[in-house]
């Protein structure tokens, strides 16, 4: 055998199924991501159509809420309209519920810094809290079938 030649394992790659806990995981930073380039359709296609959406400040009182998937993603694209932000998730709990479902409950932090613009909007917007959901299989995989953003801290700089 030549020394300088690399050994090749005789055992071929297979890939291992991703578990469906993995593919939630995926789905969840794929939202974090398609929101932060403004990836409306694909953010939109992370939905069931007609999800419980929630908003929840920290003191525990409703801010807005959803129950069409276009209006949420309209209302999504409309906040972040010529702002730079980022969105991320961490310490996830998930549990598998059913063959075809999953409930979420994943730690966040978002940091948002606005135009220069007198929209209305804030100059920045950094959040923390948790994300409550429950995720459903379908025919085109997971989907986010609830959610509840419920805030720990938010800090709005005028």
């Not at 159509?49 to 929840?56: F, G, K, L, Q, V």
């Not at 972040?80 to 059913?98: C, K, M, P, R």
């Not at 007198?118 to 989907?143: F, I, K, M, N, T």
């Amino acid at each position: 055998m030549d020394p300088l030649q690399p050994i090749v394992d005789i055992m071929p790659y297979t890939p291992s199924p991703i578990s469906a806990i993995d593919q939630v995981r995926l789905a969840k930073a794929r939202y974090c991501r398609y929101l932060d380039t403004r990836q409306w359709d694909a953010f939109g296609a992370l939905f069931v159509p007609a999800p419980d959406i929630r908003m929840i400040d920290a003191a525990g009182e409703l801010l807005v809420s959803f129950s069409a998937r276009e209006a949420f993603v309209d209302a999504a694209r409309d906040y972040l309209a010529g702002a730079h932000s980022i969105h991320q998730v961490h310490n996830d709990e998930l549990t598998q519920v059913s063959d075809s479902a999953i409930s979420a409950i994943w730690s966040m932090e978002d940091y948002i810094v606005f135009p220069d613009v007198a929209d209305g909007r804030p100059s920045r917007h950094h959040g923390y809290g948790h994300y409550h959901e429950d995720w459903v299989l379908g025919p085109d995989g997971w989907r986010i079938a609830s959610l509840a953003l419920r805030r720990t801290i938010l800090e709005i700089t005028p």
